[in-house]
């Protein structure tokens, strides 16, 4: 147990550290030398017009990277050697992906940019030498929290891990509620069913309940036993983020626009049913989990682009959006073949440890 606590937040930092880079070059398109020297923007004048949420989220996306980075290498350099390296080495990755925008029409490469995610690392650093430890420790209050309610091992972080890219999709509010899994932009599919507003709203339900059940038993999957309030805590959470997302990004005035008659709909079927279902032996719940989440990605490109969502339009003319957006765009895209892989790996995992235990 000691080695997978002080693995874990090593494996965090290295899948958000990807994030980051995938967020920051994306969309990967249009390279080209700008014929100016490239380090030339370290020595740029303070920029005559900026955005302070630019400023807020350069700082706030390097956040998790410091403190996670400090918490995975508190147990070999300590505090102070934790702080500095975890800075340092954010700051190393912040400067090579600004130095690469500058191949990017679509980017501008900033200084202000830099320093600002400097000052998120070191922030997170510091937090992270502080309260990593009590967090990750084999003793500590999270490994505590999971040996008691999360499978052991690789296979229990993995499911873990998965949970939060989940969460994290919830941040990309410019769609459906929950609507991970839409291919259609990524291989430049048309719609294949047209608009119409009851149709919409039929499709719209299942979609959503489809989601709320599958979800719900992925999570339940993970699980040693069912809590009573880990599985509400997780959707409260994803309803959380979701307005906070709509919020900041797209819509200050309504922030529970994402909640549509299609959404209330959805919720109001499914989560009696899941906790219905959160009732079943644990081989159905599993094979509902995989049933339900095929459905749910089957829907989702199925669904016809709504033209009456309020924020649609208004994010694209935020600055920072298309960092934000590149960061939970992928996440979204590919969360459910990646879940849908973990159930099927986990199936064989279960069954040969039962084979082994009759065997006994």
Known sequence: MARHASNLPLKLTLVYAALV???CLHPFTG?????????????APWPRYYRSEDLVLNVAGYLPLGFLGAAALFPRLGGPGSILAATLGAGI?????????????????????????????????????????????PQGGLQRWRSRHIIGGHT???????????LLTQLSADGLLF??????????????????PERFIRLEAA????????????AR????????????????????????????????????????????????????????CLLLPRVLQHALAGMAMLAATALVNLMPENPYLPFRTSAAAAGHFLNFHGLTAVTAAAWPYLA???????????GEHLAAERRL
């Open 31 to 43: 390279w080209q030398a700008s014929g100016l020297p490239m380090f030339d923007y370290l020595l």
């Open 340 to 350: 849908l892989a973990y159930l099927s790996a986990l199936g064989l995992w279960r």
């Open 207 to 218: 979609h959503v309940a489809t989601t709320v059940l599958g979800v719900g038993l992925f």
């Open 93 to 137: 990755l912040s400067l090579s992906l600004e130095t690469a925008q500058n191949f990017l029409p679509s980017r501008v490469a900033s200084n202000l940019d830099l320093g600002c995610n400097l000052l998120g690392a070191l922030a997170g650093a510091l937090a992270g030498a502080v309260w990593g430890p009590a967090l990750f420790d």
């Open 179 to 196: 609507g991970s899994g839409d291919l259609r932009h990524w291989l430049a599919l048309p719609s294949p069913v047209a608009f119409a």
């Open 156 to 166: 229990g972080e993995l499911g873990l891990l998965l949970v939060g890219l989940w």
């Open 221 to 276: 999957c993970i699980m040693r036993a069912a809590g009573l309030w880990s599985i509400p805590l997780l959707f409260i959470l994803a309803f959380a983020l979701t307005t906070l997302a709509t919020f900041s990004f797209y819509s200050p005035d309504m922030p529970l626009a994402w909640l549509t008659p299609g959404a209330r709909l959805g919720l109001l079927v499914g989560l009696p049913l899941l906790a219905a």
């Open 21 to 23: 880079i995938y967020a």
